[in-house]
Structures are given as C-alpha cells and as structure tokens.
C-alpha cells in the first residue's frame, strides 16, 4: 500500500491529453513539492517534473505539472505511442522522519 | 553529463548480506548541491526508497529497513555503497541508485538498475 495515491492506469487516443493524479495528505503532497517520473519497460526512472510543475532540460512542454493542497497532477498532452509507460509521483513525507515515498505507479496505454 | 553505474552480485543467498556499488562519472560525488539514494523496485511493482547518503557521511534510512541497511560513500572513488543484510525472498528486486536535489528532493539521474536474486 503506497502512501501516495495513483490510479492503476489511464488510456487515451494518440494526439490526446491524459492526465494523471496523485493524491497525498498534509504531511506528504500538502507540505512538499512533487515530482514526476516516467518508467519505460525495461528502463530505469525518468525525471519529468521536480519542484510541481518545472521541466528538466530535454523534456518537451507536452508534459506538464500541477499541485493543489494534497494532490498533484501529471499532463499529457499530444499523446505518442513513444509515451506508453508507468509514470510514478513522488514527494517527502514528514510524518515518516521526512522519508521519500512514491506513488503505486500508472500504467499509461495510448490506445 | 553525470551518470551512475551499479554494479554487484545477482545472485545472493538467503540470510546473507547483499552489497552493491554505485559509481558516478562525468560528475564530483563531492558536489554540494546532491545527496545519493537507493531506490528497488520488486518485478511487476512499485518503487521503494532505501536510504540516502550525503559526501559528509550524513546517512538517512526507511525505517522499514533500517535494521539491516548501510550505505556509505567513498568521495576518493566517486562512488556509494549498499549493504542489506539478512535477506530474504522479498528482497529481490531491481536495486537503482539515484543522484537526488537537495532542494527539492527530485531525484534527478538515476543508474540503469541491477537485478538481485535471492535464492539458494
């Protein structure tokens, strides 16, 4: 059971927008920033997003973050079959000695 | 551009202690602006933080495992370490090793994953 909320998986048509959820509680997501990871099969973890909503170099503006209160969002938009992955949320939780703690993990299909 | 190796046995026997090394190139361990972190990932699930490290020697562990975790880092050869002893079954899984902001706590460049067994 991980402490950070995500559904099992999403699907979308290519060129479509899909977006993903991360829900948390005050001492996790409420308090802390939110990254984004994308894990393609076989690959190790991806950076996408750090801080909510900022980009690393070299990742494209069809990825975009969010934060509201205790819950964060991933978007996709313009959907590639090149984006089908488990995409991962991750933030600090400062009721467990201010350990890291990931989401379960969605598992993107691009239809 | 930094990246991270793992490297170690696949293959570990039960009750004993795995140990894996993470070597970084094109980049100081030594930067002030990181710390370094394990991460596994059992087959078919989710990521789980082990444990991190700062180039002080400052560590921080899951209190899920921090009966049986050690990590440390030598600065002279770019590179941390791993040890988790007493292993069972459930501690198969892919072992990555990660470069982490400090601020922020993205973990931002990640090794390419090594698989360890446990098994008799």
């Known amino acids: 059971q991980s402490v950070l909320t995500q559904p099992p998986s999403v699907s979308a048509a290519p060129g479509q927008k899909v977006t993903i959820s991360c829900s948390g509680s005050?001492?996790?997501?409420?308090?802390?920033?939110v990254s984004w990871y994308q894990q393609l099969p076989g690959t190790a973890p991806k950076l996408l997003i750090y801080?909510?909503?900022k980009r690393p170099s070299g990742i494209p503006d069809r990825f975009s973050g969010s934060k509201s209160g205790t819950s964060a969002t991933l978007g996709i938009t313009g959907l590639q079959t090149g984006d089908e992955a488990d995409y991962y949320c991750g933030t600090w939780d400062s009721s467990l000695s201010a350990v890291p703690v990931f989401g379960g993990g969605t598992k993107l299909t691009v239809l | 551009q930094v990246q991270l190796q793992e490297s170690g046995p696949g293959l570990v026997k039960p009750s004993q202690t795995l140990s894996l090394t993470c070597t970084v190139s094109?980049?100081?361990?030594?930067?002030?602006?990181?710390?370094w972190s394990w991460i596994r990932q059992p087959a078919g699930k989710g990521l789980e933080w082990i444990g991190r490290i700062y180039t002080s020697g400052s560590t921080n562990y899951n209190p899920s495992l921090k009966s049986r975790v050690t990590i440390s880092v030598d600065t002279s050869k770019n590179q941390f370490s791993l040890k988790l002893s007493s292993v069972t079954a459930a501690d198969t899984a892919v072992y990555y090793c990660a470069r982490v902001f400090m601020v922020g706590g993205a973990f931002d460049i990640w090794g390419q994953g090594t698989m360890v067994t446990v098994s008799s």
């Open positions: 801080e909510n909503n």
């Open positions: 094109g980049g100081s361990i030594s930067s002030g602006s990181y710390y």
């Open positions: 005050s001492s996790n997501i409420g308090n802390n920033y």
